[in-house]
């Protein structure tokens, strides 16, 4: 089993940064690949982006590339999420998400869910 916990999350005007951290617990953080989700009120759980598990490739939906940079210190078993140049329609509930096998937009891949963590950006 592996717990993941969200934070980070708040209300912040559009342009502003965030940062969002996803810590791990349980097994060996190192062996999973970590991905970042989200969901606004009404729509279907998004992929955001994600990362391998050494760190060393990303993958990022179109909608946050050059915006969003995700990241990982293994030895903090700690994922992040650094969002910059927000904008209202980035606003949703923020998930992480961890996974053995590769670095998939479909929310169904994941073995393992956090609560999330609400953003919320005004214009």
């Known amino acids: 089993q592996v717990q993941l916990v969200e934070s980070g999350g708040g209300l912040v005007q559009a342009g502003d940064s965030l940062r969002l951290s996803c810590a791990a617990s349980g097994r060996t953080f190192s062996n999973y690949i970590m991905t970042w989700f989200r969901q606004a009120p009404g729509k279907e759980r998004e992929f955001v982006g994600g990362?391998?598990?050494?760190?060393?490739?990303?993958s990022y939906t179109n909608s946050v590339k050059g915006r969003f940079t995700i990241s990982r210190d293994n030895a903090k078993n700690t994922m992040y999420l650094q969002m910059d140049s927000l904008k209202p329609e980035d606003t949703a509930v923020y998930y992480c998400?961890?996974?053995?096998?590769?670095?998939?937009?479909?929310?169904?891949?994941?073995?393992?869910w956090g609560q999330g963590t609400q953003v919320t950006v005004s214009s």
């Open positions: 990362i391998s598990r050494g760190g060393g490739t990303t």
């Open positions: 998400a961890a996974t053995t096998s590769y670095i998939s937009s479909r929310p169904v891949e994941y073995d393992y």
